[in-house]
């Protein structure tokens, strides 16, 4: 395979999205491009972990939590730019990520995803009673100052900037798959007993790997409150957040670097589309748009287990198969 | 409390007092959590959606005791075919397509259950908070210095009973026997000749019928509300991987451990963090025993 066919997803994907804001002024529109880019970015982060390495945590809410937080409280408490709160979220994440590494080295399957619960809700009770510091459960409005040293952008800039951090992620997990360190989590991922055997620092892996994912998380966690201008921890440490981040990965595919953002794209529009849809003042009854939303997710957790780049790869396949198959078989 | 004070007889009625909260706490915590311990124990599926069946107990309980008049306890005596029902209900349609497949999968299956359900209930009943109030609540009984009211004395009674009822079944009885083998060794079992899905089947069912049991004891205690469930789903972990998977006996002694955490954090350090208790309980349950207190057998194919 060319270097060119093996982006084509993503040129054809990252393209559109540099493309559109040139075209479309909507304001609708544009906010929904940046949140596909975001929660597609976020998505990637938590591939790094879950899909990569084979832990699947349903708390990385924490490391977006801590993210949200550190920038939202470095410019309303200690009045600085949101660039230092990102990087003394990267910090905290960074410490977090290291706990939730080491709990990965004792657990497995189920019992780490349910440690990873653990840990986000003890942020999300500890960030909501320390009202002193964090002003509880009410949440902090982030004021919005004009300039790109405070994030205060129009949804244009949003666009490019969310589309700068989903290049970067995408871009770092496909260099990953192909280096040293990416076969070996592959090897800790599929068969861990194996990997060892053979000489991989497993253990030591796993822990680096759930660091930077954690890292990145925040990065994005700190992005994501500047563009909405508000953090609560009910939503930011919710597991509701959590799972999000897996299921765009697990429905784009799992341990690939372009399967978070079409899974971000699918999960977006099908959110969008059904509040539209069915939300509570057209059809009257309030959360009717996520009965059917959860339905949907059953359907498509079960129909689409191999993600859509494994659906999309066997398509590719098959529509090969026939000319190289032949030269196989001769 | 000023641990150089003398007791006097305020303090030791406190003790006393929270001894029992403890002990009326566990027995309704112990309910909840023995149908989530036989899911996760015996079929290995992390269930998400089991507090939502909880909550779809208390409306039952909320509903008919509205429109009919009708005391909670009774509705026990059609609460637990009815969930039993629901239960197979469910397997059928939902759990049994993912049964064999990996636990991300199975993870969130049942957190889309759990959105589908709590809206379900949204959308019927609205997010208002109710409660059922029965002649029972407001009566107050005191003994030696405590006191509690009679619901929380039958409801523990009850969820003790169906409990230990639970227990003797897996324990004795030949459909019991073959679910714990199930649990320790799936393969095994079924080269055995176990019909492992009509075993997981039942214990969906079981478990279900379990937890909506004890969303209909625990309907005049708390308030109902769509995601009245979720404060206790978690908590059942704690429950679950304290007293071992699987483990009937374990998840009572689990659900007692859980509620003297609760009581006693709650009375130190004030209601609000009572929560917080508990789930560092569990990280440090799952990092220094995380096969359970006893160390369950069969744990190991799970990650403990």
């Known amino acids: ?330 | 409390m000023d641990p150089a004070r003398p007791l006097g007889p305020a303090q030791i009625d406190a003790v006393a007092q929270l001894g029992v909260s403890t002990i009326l706490l566990g027995g309704i915590y112990a309910l909840i959590a023995v149908g989530l311990t036989l899911i996760f124990g015996i079929m290995r599926v992390v269930n998400f959606a089991h507090g939502e069946f909880l909550m779809l107990g208390m409306y039952l309980a909320f509903w008919s005791f509205t429109l009919w008049g009708v005391d909670p306890y009774f509705i026990l005596f059609v609460a637990i075919p009815l969930f039993f029902l629901i239960g197979l209900l469910t397997y059928v349609l939902v759990m049994k397509g993912v049964i064999a497949a990996s636990h991300n999968v199975q993870i969130f299956t049942t957190f889309g259950l759990s959105i589908l359900l709590q809206n379900v209930a949204l959308v019927a009943w609205s997010g208002d908070f109710r409660f059922v109030r029965p002649w029972h609540l407001s009566v107050a009984l005191r003994i030696g210095g405590t006191t509690f009211n009679l619901s929380q004395v039958v409801a523990f009674v009850i969820a003790v009973a169906l409990t230990i009822a639970l227990i003797a079944f897996m324990k004795w009885t030949h459909t019991g026997r073959v679910m714990r083998a199930t649990a320790q060794d799936r393969d095994a079992a079924t080269l055995m000749g176990i019909d492992t899905d009509r075993v997981y089947r039942l214990t969906f069912a079981i478990g279900i019928a379990a937890v909506g049991a004890a969303g209909v004891l625990v309907a005049p205690l708390y308030s109902v509300y769509p995601t009245a469930g979720l404060q206790f789903v978690l908590l059942s972990y704690v429950v679950v991987v304290l007293g071992g998977l699987g483990d009937m006996a374990g998840a009572l002694i689990g659900s007692l451990i859980v509620a003297a955490v609760e009581v006693a954090g709650s009375y130190v350090f004030g209601i609000a963090w009572k929560e917080i208790f508990y789930f560092l309980l569990f990280i440090l349950v799952l990092v220094f025993r995380p096969a359970g207190l006893f160390g369950q057998r069969g744990s190991e194919t799970l990650g403990a």
């Open chain 1, 1 to 330: 395979m060319t270097a060119l066919s093996r982006h084509a997803g993503a040129l054809v994907l990252f393209g559109a999205a540099a493309v559109v804001p040139l075209v479309v002024r909507d304001a609708f529109f544009l906010d929904s491009l940046v949140l596909i880019l975001l929660w597609g970015a976020l998505s990637a982060a938590w591939n790094l972990a879950g899909g990569y390495a084979g832990q699947v945590s349903i708390g990385h809410a924490s490391f977006f939590g801590i993210g949200a937080y550190a920038g939202a409280i470095m410019v309303t408490r200690f009045h600085q730019g949101p660039w230092l709160g990102m990087l003394l979220g990267v910090a905290i994440s960074i410490v977090a990520g290291l706990v939730l590494g080491f709990l990965s080295n004792r657990l497995k399957g189920p019992y780490f995803a349910l440690s990873t619960i653990a840990l986000s809700q003890v942020l999300l009770i500890a960030v909501s009673r320390w009202r002193g510091f964090t002003a509880g459960g009410e949440g902090i409005p982030v004021p919005f100052r004009p300039g790109f040293a405070t994030l205060g952008l129009g949804h244009v800039a949003w666009v490019y900037l969310a589309l700068a951090v989903a290049i970067l992620y995408y871009g770092a997990e496909m260099y990953l798959e192909r280096s040293r360190i990416g076969y070996q989590l592959a090897g800790v991922r599929e068969d861990e007993d194996a990997a060892e055997a053979i000489g991989i620092a497993t253990r030591k892996l796993k822990v680096i790997a759930i660091t930077v994912s954690a890292a990145l998380t925040s990065v994005c966690g700190t992005l994501w409150a500047q563009y909405i201008g508000f953090v609560d921890p009910a939503y930011v440490f919710s597991v509701d957040l959590s799972v999000r981040f897996a299921l765009n990965s697990i429905i784009g595919g799992l341990g690939t670097a372009l399967g978070p953002y079409l899974g971000s794209i699918l999960i977006t529009l099908l959110e969008t589309y059904l509040r539209a849809t069915f939300s509570g003042l057209k059809t009257g009854f309030t959360g009717l748009y996520l009965v059917i939303y959860g339905a949907a997710l059953i359907l498509v957790v079960r129909w689409v287990r191999e993600g859509l780049t494994g659906i999309a790869a066997r398509l590719r396949v098959r529509m090969a198969g026939g000319a190289r198959g032949a030269r196989a078989h001769a």
